[in-house]
């Protein structure tokens, strides 16, 4: 960690764009943001190497040099000098942040005139701050709290004394709002505790009881806290028709729901297709893909200018499933630079070719993947069954594939068996997938009985209860039935 490059400094310059990194130039020119101005000449000797800071001229001895013509190099005012800047930098951040917050500005104000004791302005921020909030449709948990704290600032300010006299509306929207800041906090809670009850160990069913809920908040009635009410109160074995219903309630209630609930629910009923889709409801992927739609259409899938990896490898499996190649295609050209710039290369390769064996583009598909290197575990599991199933619909249409794809699923078995880097209830879902292919793949190319054994394996599929790829195995042996 002696490298410059490797610095703390560094790291934060790196999270800058073109235009931000012009803005911290000025910040740290001026007087007023910046008392020391060796940082400005620090910035303009690095100036050059944005964004990657990667060059042999940014060592810190040549740096120093640069900053202190003709004196020797001193790692500790160096270092010294570097915190200094990483403090501005951090400053500079805590600044635009704050400016694109104009709400919380007004807070601080607020609370700056309460300090100095400016009665009038105070009750004058507070007025406005209350009057925007209130005019608010529908508000967040956030806001009630916002609303709480205002008014129980309110109430208890000395020079009003509303404690001693006849006036209760401060305290009670006090109350009130702080009632429904608890509500609705306490059932997002409620909600994320029954949703993570199949992966938590030791999970209290009674903490996520809807019965429950409704006692501590008998009165309270909120768009949000209805729609977590549907999904609190139903059974244990719901089923296709309870998510059709939610499904329903979240369509009439989206548009007026804040962001955040709007991308809670969303993914929610994302959650609730790929449960479905698990016990084979053949109707779940349809559903779902008409979710990621609405999300695509409302800019939900975004959280803070980022795309996971999963929501887009979900996105390009289910629309090359179900063949919607023109959201499969604009999809990958408009979403893949919102993931991480480490895996963009890999992901986009592989969409491409999910894409292309979608279009029937067999050979295509293999000759994209085939001498790729791919590096994140999640791409090279899913590129090889992207290959997988290419070998086999290749060899469908030339039988002199079925060697090539023999040869790949041995391959494929060896990788599995000698990598660690899946679990082992994982590596063993790869391997029937593997063994179904070839036994599919070797009944179609023998013929003699093929029916019988296509009708023995489909058997097989049907009983193996933690099979990967059981739709795509499936339609295989039907399209030869």
Known sequence: MNKFTDSKLVKLLRLLDADEFKELGKWLASPWCNSNKKLYVFYQVIKPYTPEYISPKLKKDIIFKKL??????????????????????????????????????????????????????????????????????????????????LSEQLYFHPDKEFQYSTETESLRQANSNLDLYYAIT??????????????????????????????????????IIDLYQIRLNRSEDWGLEDFQYFFSELSKKLEILPKREQQIFLFSGINDTVELNSQGESRALPRMLDLYKLGLK???????????????????????????????????????????????????TWAESQQLYSKGAYQECLDH?????????????????????????????????????KSYCDAFKK???????????????????????????????????????????????????????????????EEQI
Request: aromatic share 14%.
């Open 369 to 405: 993947l085939f001498n790729y290197n791919f590096k994140d575990p999640i791409y090279i599991i899913q590129a090889k069954v992207t290959l997988l199933k290419a070998f086999y619909d290749q060899f469908l249409q030339d039988q002199s594939y079925y060697k090539p794809l």
């Open 68 to 149: 202190y013509p003709g004196k020797p190099f001193e790692s500790g005012p160096f270092n010294n000098l570097m915190r200094e800047f990483v403090k501005s930098l951090e400053k500079f951040l805590i600044h635009r942040r704050l400016n694109k917050m104009p709400f919380q500005r007004q807070l601080l104000l607020k609370d700056e005139y309460l300090e100095r004791k400016q009665t009038e302005l105070f009750y004058s921020y507070s007025g406005r701050q209350l009057s925007g909030l209130n005019s608010k449709e529908i508000k967040t948990g956030e806001d009630y709290l916002y609303l709480h704290l």
């Open 415 to 477: 990788y599995i068996y000698r990598n660690e880097l899946y679990s082992k209830e994982k590596r063993g879902t790869y391997k029937s997938f593997i063994k179904y292919t070839l036994k599919i793949a070797t009944a179609v190319f023998k013929k003699k009985n093929g029916k019988q054994k296509l009708e023995a394996v489909m058997e097989k599929i049907e009983k193996d209860k933690n099979l990967f790829g059981r739709r795509w195995l499936k339609q295989k042996i």
């Open 298 to 348: 409302n800019k939900l899938l975004l959280i803070d200018g980022h795309l996971s990896k999963a929501t887009y490898n979900n996105i390009v499996l289910v629309a090359s499933i179900l063949r919607d190649i023109p959201l499969l295609e604009n999809f990958i050209n408009e979403y893949t630079n919102f993931l991480p710039v480490s895996i963009q290369h890999q992901a986009s």
């Open 186 to 223: 306490k059932y997002r809670y409620l909600h994320e505790i029954k949703s993570r009850k199949p992966i938590l160990e030791n999970s209290e069913s009674d903490l996520t009881d809807g019965a429950i809920s409704t006692f501590l908040f008998p009165s309270v009635e909120h768009p």
